[in-house]
């Protein structure tokens, strides 16, 4: 699946541009064409940025005066303006809240006269199989608001590109188009969801259901976003008869086994491996993975967990050595939060350190991404292996990378390191890139001696880079040797 981002169709299908499906002037008038500026950071050199891009999008009037749109049509943005359908203007706009996890943001416009004859959406009901849906949205190649037709033709979870969240989605035939990102999805007059994926087929796209935007909008009624809660547990599917024999299960039991748990995560020192999750606050889960959602449907028994709340507390049914027992944990943290490498992240700038020349930041998904569009093959592969196979643990909260070092008579020799992961500095364990930075300034010693995973040794003396340092960011003209949430 792909993101509908400034990519711009040969062909835009099925665009109408009088409205006919469920089309009342209410529904015209509340549908908004969003223009973003945007600036992303620069991985490769964090003190940077790449330079000012645009992106246009979608979004829909609901309640409160608000626009509700996708996250990444406003991720990383630096400037917005709203427009109404069919009308000229243009209106400054900011974002209130963002959720890059489920791929939604909520903007407000303070002049009120962008909202004048215009009725908000309401929001309906989660769509079944075979309901007939109309996307709203302004594709690229034309300022006219396009409406498409399709059906729905799946109600099941998926990966949303933005965020690599696993969350409910819907499936529908109706063509999807760069720029139709945010666009509301239509029934009856009321919104089923959100358009925010093109598939891999023709006509194929997704949208963000009812549940998953009816969760964010209550998440952010104390006007922040905390996100869809995780348990934090890696597992395995028991649909082979031997291992629910194996792990003491009747005929009637059904379940999946876990594996392991997460440091750092609700599950941790809660559940254990070799436990067997029966059900979750009642609901049943199959031997492979599914709950009941809906009469004759069925999705990820995750679904359970994300209908919580941060802070709620869940009832877990576990088969532990061939006894049923009833645990309780308290939902903590947001899904993806508990990786390692964490996925792409927006709107917050990277973490860096310098000294001596030599520049440190903690392995993301943002890092491996400046490897262009096939990061996943160009990426070094023992970088690629954390960020694929490595759980964080008690000593290893971050993946601390040397990225590149700065050349300088001072570090002759070590030109040509980088992207190599630092396992000690100064004979401490680097689990953090706080642990970095308390490493090299709480040093006394004559040398600095930064040893990475492979056992291999980078020796600067201390007095060198304290006299050197401050000339080393000038020559390179780099206004700080940290990020600013370093300097906490």
């Not at 089923?192 to 093109?198: E, L, T």
């Not at 999750?277 to 990820?300: A, M």
């Not at 570090?411 to 680097?430: F, L, P, Q, T």
Request: glycine share 8%; proline share 4%.
């Amino acid at each position: 699946m792909k993101l509908l981002k400034n990519i711009i169709p040969a062909v835009i299908l099925s665009c109408i541009i009088v409205p006919k499906i469920s089309a009342t002037v209410n529904v015209k008038e509340a549908i908004v064409k969003i223009y973003t500026v945007y600036n992303q950071y620069n991985y490769y050199e964090p003190w940077q940025m790449y330079g000012q891009r645009n992106r246009n999008g979608s979004g829909c009037i609901i309640s409160g005066r608000r626009i509700l749109t996708n996250a990444h049509v406003v991720g990383d943005k630096t400037f917005i303006q709203v427009k109404r359908a069919g009308r000229p203007e243009k209106y400054t706009a900011q974002v209130k809240v963002v959720s890059h996890e489920r791929d939604l943001a909520i903007l407000e416009v303070s002049d009120n006269s962008f909202f004048t004859d215009s009725e908000p959406l309401k929001i309906g009901d989660l769509a079944e199989v075979r309901d007939k849906v109309a996307v709203y949205g302004f594709p690229t190649g034309g300022d006219e608001l396009c409406i498409t037709e399709g059906v729905v033709s799946r109600v099941e979870h998926h990966r949303y590109s933005h965020s690599s969240a696993y969350l409910l989605t819907c499936q529908i035939d109706a063509a999807i188009n760069s720029g139709s990102s945010g666009g509301p999805v239509i029934k009856n007059d009321k919104i089923v969801g959100i358009a925010f994926q093109a598939g891999g087929g023709e006509n194929i796209g997704y949208m963000v259901p009812v549940p998953v935007i009816n969760h964010f909008l209550e998440d952010i009624k104390d006007g922040k976003c905390d996100g869809t809660p995780a348990l934090g547990i890696f597992y395995q599917e028991m649909e082979n008869p031997d291992i629910r024999l194996k792990y003491s299960m009747s005929g009637k039991q059904t379940g999946i086994l876990i594996d392991r748990t997460y440091f750092g995560t609700p599950a941790h020192n809660v559940l254990k491996p070799g436990d067997v999750i029966l059900s979750i606050d009642g609901k049943n889960v199959e031997n492979d993975g599914t709950i009941e959602f809906r009469k004759g449907e069925r999705t990820s028994f995750v679904y359970a967990i994300q209908n919580k709340y941060i802070g709620d507390v869940v009832t877990i049914e576990i088969l532990r050595e061939g006894k049923v027992k009833n645990v309780e944990v308290r939902l903590s943290i947001p899904s993806n939060m508990w990786r390692l490498v964490p996925y792409q992240q927006y709107d917050v700038a990277p973490t860096y350190y310098i000294l001596g020349g030599l520049v440190f930041e903690p392995l993301t998904k943002n890092f491996l991404e400046t490897w262009g569009g096939k990061w996943y093959d160009n990426a070094p592969v023992n970088l690629l292996n954390y960020y694929y196979y490595k759980d964080p643990a008690e000593d290893q909260k971050e993946v601390v990378v040397l990225v590149k070092v700065l050349a300088d008579e001072i570090n002759i020799g070590y030109h040509n390191w980088r992207y190599d992961v630092i396992s000690y500095v100064n004979g401490k364990k680097i689990s953090s890139m706080r642990d970095l930075v308390n490493a090299f300034e709480d040093h006394k010693g004559e040398y600095h001696i930064i040893v990475d995973e492979d056992n291999s040794q980078i020796v600067l003396n201390k007095d060198k880079v304290d006299r050197n340092g401050e000339k080393i960011l000038e020559k390179y003209r780099i206004g700080s040797d940290r990020s600013e949430d370093l300097k906490k």
